[in-house]
């Protein structure tokens, strides 16, 4: 994924207020200026955008609507009309202020999305016009319009609908990253997976389900049991009500090949006591440190000193492997492009299919922040740039008794989040 920053426009006051007559930063942000983009347009370009105002709850994300001057694209980009992008859980701890990679705010958040290509800039040879694309960006994907590096685009199967392309890469690029260049999953092995109902979850186990013979253990609240063993969890096992190293002890005392942590804290040290000789952890998160809407330092300490610690000796002589893994510091987008494309044709063969969860409207994106910050989600959530027609409610796959009481304050709190006009005009 390509490394310019996202938008840097000042949060407005409530009432519709001029912005400086300062050009908007390169890429990620409303189009740009410089270059001579064949299809720039004469007239204004309106653009709502989610915005992050500051560090905290969920009212620091804001719904803005900007007023941008005509688009004109530098060689190598393309504008794309975003009609759904993903929210992930790296967007929640960038909003509490623990994702470093994220430019400071006021910036639009985002890292994938899917949209229709409406102009291409010089020297854009395989992308037109009308092209239907996933999209990746650092951040600055939660937006109606986006202007990206064409080489960080992806047509989509003709199957594919924009949920599911929008669903597919960040959840996915980890899934198969983690199992096959790093835990090198064969037939006959045996996987962990925690969060076995979310994105990365939900992906990891539709690849497991590639190999044969491969076991999965899934972690998941009961209510969710039914829908991750119909997805290829062999053994579901309750988070929280049961040990789950006991319960893995009891069907396969040996342990499991390969341990996907996102929890962190003791949760990693219970990993590697759960691996089996040559076996490998791979340890992609932090979860334990989030408990709330705000950063909250006693988890973050308490996850920090409970985490796992070994020297190399101890290391070698346990036989064992320990990875790391974090999407957002790969830099080699060769490797990123080439596991697009093996994915896209996984997707094309029926192999694997993103599930969606839940569809919400920027306007409703307090919602979905909570949704997937309660842990209510199976599979994706997901954010519709296009407004909110009136009394529609938000699309979920999800069943209608699940966290009922957390469903029920979700919906009885009143929004705070207030649709902003901003207007950037350019010299």
Not at 386 to 394: A, C, D, Q, S, V
Request: hydrophobic share 35%; charged share 25%; with cysteine.
């Amino acid at each position: 994924m390509s490394g310019e920053e996202a938008p840097t426009q000042q949060q407005q006051p409530p009432e519709e207020e001029k912005q400086p007559d300062e050009p908007p930063p390169a890429t990620q942000d409303a189009p740009q200026e410089s270059g001579s983009g064949p299809a720039a347009e004469e007239k204004p370009l309106s653009c709502r955008a989610l915005v992050l105002t500051g560090f905290g709850g969920y009212d620091k994300v804001r719904l803005q609507v900007k007023t941008q001057g005509k688009p004109q694209l530098r060689a190598g980009e393309v504008l794309v009309r975003v009609k759904a992008c993903g929210l992930t859980f790296l967007e929640l701890l960038a909003r509490q202020g623990l994702y470093e990679l994220l430019p400071a705010p006021p910036v639009t958040m985002g890292m994938e999305g899917s949209g229709l290509i409406e102009a291409v800039g010089e020297d854009v040879r395989d992308r037109k016009v009308g092209d239907r694309v996933i999209a990746l960006s650092r951040s600055g994907m939660w937006q109606e319009v986006v202007v990206v590096s064409a080489d960080r685009t992806f047509p989509m199967p003709e199957q594919m609908s924009f949920e599911e392309g929008a669903a597919l890469p960040i959840n996915y690029l980890t899934a198969y990253m983690m199992l096959f260049e790093m835990a090198n999953v064969r037939p006959g092995k045996s996987v962990l997976i925690h969060m076995a109902a979310g994105g990365v979850g939900i992906a990891a186990t539709q690849l497991c389900k590639t190999v044969q013979d491969v076991t999965v253990f899934g972690t998941a609240s009961a209510s969710k049991h039914e829908t991750i063993a119909q997805g290829g969890v062999t053994h579901p096992i309750d988070y929280r009500t049961k040990d789950y190293v006991e319960e893995i002890r009891k069907i396969s005392p040996k342990g499991v090949d390969i341990v996907l942590d996102p929890l962190g804290g003791s949760d990693t040290q219970k990993g590697f006591s759960l691996l089996k000789p040559l076996g490998t952890l791979v340890v992609f998160g932090a979860a334990n440190c989030v408990t709330g809407q705000k950063k909250n330092v006693f988890a973050m300490a308490k996850t920090w000193y409970n985490q796992l610690s070994l020297n190399t000796l101890k290391l070698m002589q346990a036989n064992k492997a320990i990875c790391g893994f974090h999407l957002g510091y790969i830099t080699d987008d060769q490797l990123i492009s080439r596991t697009m494309f093996k994915l896209l044709e996984l997707y094309r063969q029926g192999k694997i299919k993103p599930r969606i969860d839940s569809c919400y409207h920027f306007e409703e994106v307090t919602d979905a922040m909570r949704r997937m910050h309660e842990r209510q989600n199976i599979g994706k959530v997901l954010l519709l740039p296009e407004p909110k027609k009136e009394e529609e409610k938000p699309k979920s796959n999800s069943e209608p008794g699940e966290n009922a009481e957390n469903t029920e304050a979700a919906i009885s709190d009143k929004k705070e989040e207030a649709t902003e006009e901003v207007k950037a005009e350019k010299d």
